[in-house]
């Protein structure tokens, strides 16, 4: 873990809700000058703590309404076969978000797609992968909230 201060939190907090500030615009948020400011985000983005800046897009927008989470069990739990479906989960666009999990389930994916045509397509990319016990799918009927921003509140930063 990196040795971060309140700035350091400003700074991060201020990427997280406009990547695309310039670094003025970012230097005189947080109280800094241009030069000190962006010594502090190379040092972040050096530590791996900014891993990226990027755009985020609007799916709906886009035509990709529907999101689908999947739930897979499966009888295999050995390393050849996670590495080899960890490379066939990597290699489907729609699947965005992959987790292995504790419990009954394991392995998570969220999936973006424009419909249940195109989630079948997917899904039938997905049981092509490797060998599945249980695939079961759960359509996301509203999102009642979507952030990318992390809980800054609960990280401790020097005073």
């Not at 400003?10 to 615009?25: D, F, H, N, Y």
């Not at 000058?33 to 927008?61: F, M, P, Q, T, Y």
């Not at 997905?126 to 609960?154: G, H, W």
């Amino acid at each position: 873990m990196v040795d971060l201060d309140r700035i350091d939190a400003r700074i991060l907090a201020k990427l997280q809700s406009e990547a695309g500030v310039t670094m003025a615009e970012l230097a005189d948020a947080v109280g800094l000058s241009s030069n000190a400011c962006w010594r502090r985000v190379k040092s972040l983005e050096e530590a791996g703590i900014i891993k990226h800046r990027v755009a985020l897009l609007d799916a709906g927008k886009l035509g990709l309404g529907a999101t689908v989470f999947v739930s897979i069990r499966t009888s295999q739990h050995n390393e050849e076969w996670l590495a080899g479906f960890a490379k066939g989960v990597s290699s489907i666009p729609e699947i965005v978000e992959c987790y292995r999990m504790s419990g009954d389930v394991d392995y998570l994916l969220k999936i973006i797609v424009a419909d249940i045509a195109h989630y079948d397509r997917v899904y039938r990319k997905l049981i092509r992968v490797t060998n599945l016990l249980d695939v079961s799918s759960s359509f996301a009927m509203e999102q009642l909230k979507y952030t990318t921003a992390l809980p800054l509140s609960e990280v401790a930063f020097k005073a």
